[in-house]
């Protein structure tokens, strides 16, 4: 059955921009002395939410936290502002799926960075249903964000009728707890850390959106 509604993880996903997020964790980290590879980015940090990296970095309850937090938004929002990691094909994508189903951003990232690269890229009025770190208690994997989206989705949706799009290994848990379909789009992670998704695909496209919603 077609979903009735769609929800779209933010970075890796809805925005290529993985390879800036690992550059910029990797300077913060080796600032704080704890120098990490781009393997370490990808296989044990992305797709987990902004807090929990820092603690990673700092350890749970370090008062430098928020500090931590605060530097990697502003590099991430000074490099990304005008909207380019979201590409055409997405936004296309995005565009068609919009004008028959009701959308939603659920992501690890703060409020602040994703809604000004979702509003450059043109797509603020399809996006604005958006659950960020900073309204969760629990971060994915844990289904709280994908709970606060399926009430912002309102209108009666079940978690079974909605569809995720996710990146990582985190992201397909945290939608598959909330008892979402999951497609996992190849990039971030290999493909046996995505295989509990319903399926995986190379990319996310107007031709991949025109056959899910058929």
Known sequence: MAPAALVFDFNGTLSDDEPVLCRIYRELFD???RAISDEDYYERLSGHAE???AEVCLGAGDPR??????????RYRAAVADGSTITEPLREAVRLA???VPLAVVS?????????????????????????DDDVAEGKPHPES????LALLGNGIAAADVLAFEDTEAGVASARAAGLRCVAVLGTQSRERLAAADEIVERIDAKLVRRLLS
Do not use: C, K, N, T
């Open 108 to 132: 690890g990232a703060a409020r602040e960075e994703i809604v000004p690269v979702v509003e450059a890229a043109g797509l603020g009025e399809l996006l604005s249903r958006v659950v960020a």
């Open 146 to 149: 994908y709970l606060r989206a």
């Open 98 to 100: 919009g004008a028959r």
């Open 31 to 33: 600032e704080h002395g």
């Open 65 to 74: 936290i928020p500090e931590f937090v605060r530097q990697r938004i502003d």
């Open 51 to 53: 807090h929990a990296i």
